[in-house]
């Protein structure tokens, strides 16, 4: 399964990050840079919905693909935020605290998993609200500009990935105490 179509999509996240970045160095001027960068973000996380719905629709889901997906989310998420504070329209403690937890969040699965006990650490709806704020906060990050004539999206963009921080202290804090009684269980 390491080249169905929903895997092939994922794979699409992966190679976009250098796309995206690479927007940032092109002779273009400065909004038309971030309007390229903006499209490119929503239609390549729009993949992550996308190729769930195709793997579970085309009988095409695999190990592989269920391991590739949150990765190339984590990626794409983690080289935009870097982008974002190069750019100073994202705060360095912010990027600290969402990357920080992306690699806590994904060892603790990944130990979870070894010890038996993936199901204890499962994706809650306080992670998936996390990731919808971060992905509205990133594209009016990189938007950095008035869209519709009047919505400022450096300023929305700005709250929004701060909520994000706090949801993703706030997810971190739930999926530890998910774990911490399965992790004593194995410890004694």
């Known amino acids: 399964m390491f080249w169905t179509i929903p895997t092939i999509m994922t794979w699409t996240r992966i190679v976009a990050i250098p796309l995206i970045v690479g927007v940032f160095y092109a002779p273009l001027d400065p909004a038309t840079r971030n309007l ?16 769930g719905y195709l793997a579970r629709k085309l009988n095409q889901t695999s190990s592989f693909g269920a391991f590739l997906d949150p990765v190339a989310d984590k990626f794409l998420v983690c080289a935009s935020l870097l982008v974002l504070v ?5 705060d360095v403690f912010v990027a600290l605290i969402i990357i920080g937890r992306e690699i806590a969040i994904s060892a603790l699965r990944e130990w979870m998993a070894q010890i038996g ?9 306080l992670g998936k ?7 509205v906060a990133i594209p009016f990050l990189l938007y950095d500009g008035r869209l519709f004539g009047a ?5 929305w963009g700005t709250w929004l990935i701060w909520i994000a921080a ?5 997810s971190m804090v739930y999926y530890l105490q998910k774990a911490v009684p399965e992790i004593r269980a194995r410890v004694q």
């Open 86 to 90: 190069h750019l100073q329209r994202a």
């Open 151 to 155: 919505v400022d999206t450096g300023v």
């Open 36 to 51: 390229v960068a903006t499209v490119m973000f929503v239609v390549f996380a729009a993949t992550d919905w996308l190729d």
């Open 166 to 170: 706090v949801l993703t202290v706030w």
């Open 117 to 125: 006990a993936a199901k204890s650490v499962a994706v809650h709806m």
């Open 129 to 135: 609200l996390k990731t919808v704020v971060q992905m």
